[in-house]
């Protein structure tokens, strides 16, 4: 199926084409497609959105303000198109949507601007690409047509679907346990629902293989992709740095047999302070940019946890040819930082190599590591097998010390996630991913806690090198939380706990809030304060070619401690961009100002691009690059990441409501997280999953709600429920599709004292 965006891209040069050539850069050969196409350029024309030139040639129409932008819909009805060029985001009225779904990316007329505090409005001319081609959905039969009526699961998108080829499902219809994937044939146009049909059943009830199948259709994450039959570039030794007497170690706490590879360590005291080494697994250098294998990367994007498996990201022979081998030597690009002991970089140097890793080191190892006494002499069974490696391994372990100490690159929170054996992969730290805005709190005995802080300092070495070439690169940006949040949770972490001591002149930052609440009693909720006030992470272009502004882009740039992910290939695909314009200019990159002259630059080492006073990269491949920079690969990649961030955040939920379904009509132990004036909520004991207590059943009597305390209080009984306080509740039902625990309240006797927490409260109404 064509979309009006192959359509376009096709059409997005100077000169234009005319009929016949654009059928052919749309490869369309039936006289239907033909007509098709015929039909959607006279809608495109009529919208002024496509037009003739002089020379009749179709040509897109820059000349209106159309803008381009992807729709974000919520679950009460309101709909804004979030734009592709950055700007505001434009509030679409619901008799402006034009038929377009949540998700959809889209092409938008602005009709009123944006007055102080109002966003824009605008009115959708035309659906560029469709996000969903299939969705979860309940069927039901129409009591009029008795036909079967599909209507999607994700209350954002507000449509009845039209059934076709059912009949194979007839029989099972009836069923409450049963949901099905449908698949759009004809999207709604005009007056027309859209029509699809039962591509499968999928059971509520299908045990943890069957959850997963349900969140990867619900977030519309393909399990299976046609994997091109190519297979990976042989990379030669040439030109590439031996350092294979160098014993570097493995760091991996993933324990899954398809779990993904991770970049290689190695430390040693240098003048004062330590040598650092970071190796990673090169992809970049084995793949081409642009190629059908690249373009199956970009279509995926990421590799996916299933909670105790993965859903693979590199295909198998790339996966094979890249990843790390114990005592066998492997190709990496690797990065050496000289740190002195107070944290600060003194120098660094990106260069390709040849690795041969001597050891893993695991869980079990660290712990061990911890508990030996300084003094000790012997070494303890478990560390054995690395008991030459030791030395490497403290001096890693001290470097990793000092650099958690100076980071700022992330925020670092704790992490609640229940102890559940189909969630084990997921207790880990993913190295180098932000999915929610923040990190996990640094843990000495984890593996991957320790690598993730040598990926992190890493990626923000490339930013710096990148940018020194005014090369193009993805980056990490994480928004800024609002200052007025930061006040308001200062408020409530005072009222929760007084010992907290923070600066209450108003210019205190979240980073020093939350180190505040590292001593604190209620540093659990706390954290989960924390956590809602965190806007999260975008994937940013920087590109100096596609700014008029460089100085400021620069400025903006460089005055942020940027991450710019290269290390993790395996994990996904900004990785492997990065990792592809860092590989150009250590394979590619002039080092010369002419062939003839004796003097040769490191393009790897610090500061290598001050003494550069020409072109390093040749036309042919400069104009490879600037392809491949553009917004719309960051577009997708946004996309991908919000799929993952959803589907995880999914699988513990639903396996949070799993557990919470085998307590229904059990009385259990929770502390309130939240209080709101339609009743507050609490997260059970043990399970961390968190259900709704219902204002209106608490019955004995009228509850009113002061959000400055976080407080529900019984106009005649006094009766409080705040934050991070006691309570028994029972369970009364579960929702897993919607990942909603509804609990009652455990009343207290009235003859009960109201605990001591509650009595020291003010409730008086100024407060």
């Not at 966003?119 to 008795?146: F, H, M, W």
Request: aromatic fraction near 6%; include cysteine; charge should be neutral.
């Amino acid at each position: 199926m064509t979309s009006v965006l192959q359509i376009l891209e096709s059409l997005d040069s100077a000169d234009g084409l005319d009929i016949s050539k654009l059928e052919k850069s749309l490869k369309l050969s039936k006289r239907l497609d033909k007509d098709y196409l015929q039909i959607a350029i006279r809608g495109l024309t009529k919208l002024g959105i496509v037009q003739l030139n002089n020379d009749e040639k179709l040509t897109v129409n820059n000349d209106i303000g159309f803008v381009k932008g992807r729709v974000r819909c919520s679950s009460k009805g309101y709909c804004f198109v979030v734009r592709e060029d950055q700007g505001e985001d434009i509030y679409i009225r619901e008799a402006n949507l034009n038929n377009s779904w949540h998700g959809d990316s889209v092409i938008v007329l602005i009709t009123k601007q944006g007055v102080k505090r109002r966003a824009p409005e605008g009115s959708i001319q035309c659906v560029l690409q469709r996000y969903n081609d299939t969705l979860l959905a309940k069927v039901e039969v129409d009591k009029t047509t008795e036909e079967l009526k599909a209507f999607p699961l994700d209350d954002r998108i507000p449509a009845i679907i039209e059934l076709e080829d059912y009949k194979d499902f007839n029989k099972n219809i009836k069923r409450n346990d049963l949901i099905y994937e449908i698949k759009i044939s004809k999207y709604p146009i005009a007056q027309l629902n859209a029509k699809g049909s039962i591509i499968r059943e999928l059971s509520i009830n299908g045990g943890i293989e069957g959850d997963i199948e349900l969140l990867l259709s619900k977030n519309n994450i393909v399990r299976n992709i046609d994997v091109p039959k190519i297979a990976p570039k042989k990379i030669t030794s040439k030109g590439r740095e031996d350092l294979t007497t160098q014993p570097s170690l493995l760091f991996k706490s993933w324990e899954s047999t398809n779990s993904p590879s991770l970049p290689a360590l190695f430390a040693q005291p240098y003048e004062g302070g330590n040598r650092i080494w970071i190796h990673c697994p090169t992809v970049s250098e084995r793949i081409n940019i642009g190629s059908k294998l690249d373009k199956y990367l970009k279509d995926k994007g990421e590799v996916i946890c299933l909670g105790n498996n993965w859903l693979d990201f590199l295909n198998e022979s790339l996966s094979s040819a890249s990843q790390f081998k114990l005592n066998e030597e492997n190709e990496a690009i690797s990065l050496m930082i000289d740190m002195n002991n107070d944290g600060n970089i003194i120098d660094w140097k990106f260069t390709t190599s040849i690795i041969k890793p001597v050891n893993l080191i695991t869980e079990k190892h660290l712990k061990t590591i911890n508990n030996r006494k300084a003094s000790s002499k012997s070494v303890p069974i478990a560390l054995k097998p690395i008991k030459d490696n030791l030395e490497v391994v403290y001096t890693i372990l001290h470097s990793s010390t000092i650099i958690n100490n100076n980071n700022n690159l992330s925020i670092k929170l704790d992490e609640y996630i229940p102890k559940l054996e189909r969630l084990n992969e997921l207790h880990k730290v993913y190295p180098g991913r932000d999915f929610n805005g923040w990190s996990k709190t640094y843990d000495s005995c984890d593996p991957q806690s320790i690598i993730d802080l040598y990926i992190r300092l890493s990626n923000n070495l490339l930013a710096k090198h990148l940018i020194g070439y005014k090369l193009p690169f993805i980056y990490k940006e994480h928004e800024e939380i609002d200052p007025s949040y930061i006040n308001e949770l200062t408020k409530s972490a005072l009222a929760l706990d007084k010992k907290i001591t923070v600066n209450i002149d108003g210019s205190v930052t979240s980073s020093e809030l939350i180190k505040s609440f590292e001593s604190s009693s209620e540093k659990k909720i706390l954290h989960k304060l924390v956590k809602h006030i965190i806007p999260g992470i975008h994937l940013k272009l920087y590109n100096v070619n596609l700014h008029d502004d460089n100085d400021n882009l620069n400025m903006e740039i460089t005055s942020n401690n940027i991450e710019s992910p290269w290390c993790c290939p395996s994990l996904n695909y900004w990785n492997i961009f990065n990792q592809f314009i860092l590989s150009s200019l250590l394979n590619e990159g002039k080092s010369k100002s002419t062939s003839r002259s004796k003097d040769s630059i490191d393009l790897g080492k610090k500061d290598s691009w001050k003494d550069i006073d020409w072109d390093i990269f040749s036309s042919k491949l400069k104009a490879k690059i600037d392809n491949e920079a553009n917004f719309m690969l960051i577009q997708n990649l946004n996309e991908i990441r919000k799929k993952s961030k959803s589907f995880r955040n999914n699988i513990i939920s639903i396996a949070q409501s799993r557990e919470a379904q085998s307590i229904i009509g059990k009385e259990v132990s929770a502390i309130i997280t939240g209080v709101q004036s339609y009743g507050f909520f609490a997260e059970i004991d043990d399970l961390t999953a968190e259900g709704l207590v219902h204002v209106s059943t608490l019955g004995d009597d009228w509850y009113e709600y002061r959000s400055r305390q976080n407080l529900l209080v019984g106009r005649k009984s006094k009766k409080t429920y705040q934050l991070a306080q006691k309570v028994n509740v029972i369970v009364l039902k579960v929702d897993v599709l919607k990942n909603q625990i509804d609990l009652e309240l455990v009343k207290e006797d009235d003859s009960e004292t109201i605990n001591n927490k509650q009595k020291n409260i003010d409730i008086s109404p100024d407060n």
